[in-house]
């Protein structure tokens, strides 16, 4: 799929979000072939920001797309060990820390290759991320970024409406699922040992970066699960973007 035609899409799905007058917010600094999309929802209304390399376009492009929403001096990055290593953890602390003032605390979760992501989405896993901000000390005015698919952004973000009563956070999606269904619509929850989801909140994100670049990293079979995700909003919503699609979004991964 063409980094054009996704930054289409995504924009398409992400304007399924209600309008009511939008609380001001800061002003970034985007990229040339940076598409903005506002979530109107009154005081907590925030930008999907969508783009190839708004994070890995190098640390003063992203931190132009980040450190507007900190209103703190204290940050929390949440991955996971994949995402370590394939350098988006890296990429992120240098975009917050391109200019002093932050302190930037970093966890990464470790992956389980024997059992599926969903699995690692627990309440013992929310206690690890809370235990940890707590350790560090972090106030009320901290901000958490989540890292990675829906899995640690439901899990980062159910943390964020919890911890304090509350403090901000910031999606950063790397899979198309993530950027165009569990990071929009503040949706955040762990499992439970009986049922998937049943222990959350609605909770919005303050922003969302989804940078179309990561998607060169996702594997075949995520990234097909992202597009049945958008095939579907096509058939339920919008019949012109449904004949859209096969015309237009077809040709592999983002160039």
Known sequence: MKHAALAILLVRTAAFAPTVP???RPAPRPAADCSIVDVELGDRSYPIYIGEGLLTGGAATAAGYLRPHVGGSQVLVVT???????????KTVAALTVEPGLRVETLVLPDNDDEPS???????????????AIEKA?????TF???????????VGFAAACYVRGVNFIQIPTTLM?????????KTAVNSK??????????????????????????DRELASGVSEVIKYGLIRDAPFFEWLPARGGGGRPA
């Open 22 to 24: 939008a609380a001001p």
């Open 80 to 90: 996971n060990e994949k995402l370590e290593k394939l350098g988006y953890l890296e």
């Open 138 to 142: 972090l106030d009320r005015k901290a």
């Open 194 to 219: 009986k049922a998937k989801n049943m222990v959350g909140a609605f909770y919005q994100p303050v922003a969302v970066v989804a940078d179309v670049g990561s998607l060169q990293t996702l594997p």
């Open 145 to 155: 970024v989540a890292l990675g698919g829906g899995v640690i952004g439901d899990m």
């Open 118 to 132: 969903e699995a690692t989405k627990t309440l013992e896993n929310l206690g690890v991320i809370t235990d940890y």
């Open 178 to 186: 993530a950027m165009v269904d569990s990071s929009v619509g503040g």
